[in-house]
C-alpha cells in the first residue's frame, strides 16, 4: 500500500472495507461520484432524484434525507450496543469470578499494562487510518505507533530514564488530587497552549516578510527567557513552596466543602 502512494495518489483498498461493505451495501448504497460531482458544482440536484443504488431502502418513498437519518440512527444503536456489550464483558472479566485467575494467568502488574494500554489507544488510529483507504493517515498512524514503542524501551527499562517521569507522573497525580483544575490546566497547556505557541514561532520565524521573521525571533527569545525563569523562580527563589502551599488550601477548601456537605444530607 505504501509503495503504491505515488503512482495511485497514496490510495489503496481498505481491509476493513472488505469485512463491512458486504454487510453495508446490504442496507445502503449510494452514488459517491454523483454525490461528489453535486458538492463540487459539476451537476445539480434534479428534484425526485435518488442517490441510493441498491441495498434495502432502494425504491422507497422516503427522500433521501428520511433514509439517511435512519441509517446514522442505526449506527448510533450499533456503536452504543458494542460500547455497552464491550464494558459488560470487561467487568465481568476483571471485576467478576475471573478476576482471580486473570490476575494469576497475566502475572497483574499495573506499570506493564498501563504501557501496553498506551499503545492500545494507537491501535485506533491506526485502525481509522485503515478505513480511509489513504497511504499517508497510515503513514502517520505508523508514526504515532512507532514514537509509542521506543519511547517505551528509550525511557522505561532504564531506571535512571524512568525515574523523573514516573517522579513528575506522582506529581501530577498529587497535583490533580489536592486541586483537581490542575489536570484539566496541565492537558490545556500541553496539548493547546504550548502546540499553538510552538506553531505560531515556527510560522513567524519562517516567514517570508522580514519584520515578520524578527518579530517571531524577538517572541521566541521572550518565551525561552519567560520559561527559564520560571523554572528558576519554582526551583531556586521559593516557586514550589508557595505553589504547593496554594494546593494545601485548595485541598482544605475542598475538605471542608465535602464534610460541610455530609453535615447537611
Known sequence: ???????????????????VNPLTEK????????????????????????????GAFK????SDGSVGAI??????????CALLSLVKMLAKLFLGPTKKLVARVLNYNGYVNILVANLGTTATALLASLVTGKSDAVAIALVHFWF???GIFLFYPIPITRKPILSWARSLAFFSVSWPF??????????????????????MCTADATVTQVFGWIIMSVVALSGVGIAFW??????????YSF??????????????QLAVA
Open 1 to 19: 500500500a505504501m509503495s503504491n502512494a505515488k503512482t495511485s495518489s497514496g490510495a489503496f483498498k481498505s481491509p476493513v472495507d472488505v469485512i
Open 27 to 54: 442496507i445502503i448504497d449510494v452514488d459517491r461520484s454523483a454525490i461528489y460531482d453535486v458538492a463540487t458544482g459539476k451537476s445539480t440536484c434534479v428534484l425526485a432524484t435518488s442517490f441510493i443504488k441498491k
Open 59 to 62: 425504491g422507497t418513498s422516503m
Open 71 to 80: 441509517v446514522v440512527c442505526m449506527g448510533f444503536v450499533i456503536l452504543v
Open 148 to 150: 509509542n514503542v521506543f
Open 182 to 203: 490542575s489536570a484539566a490546566l496541565f492537558l490545556l497547556v500541553l496539548f493547546i497552549v504550548a502546540p499553538g505557541i510552538g506553531l505560531g514561532l515556527v510560522y
Open 234 to 243: 519554582y526551583s531556586k527563589k521559593g516557586g514550589r513552596e508557595i505553589w
Open 247 to 260: 494546593l494545601e488550601r485548595k485541598r482544605h477548601e475542598r475538605d471542608i466543602r465535602q464534610h460541610h
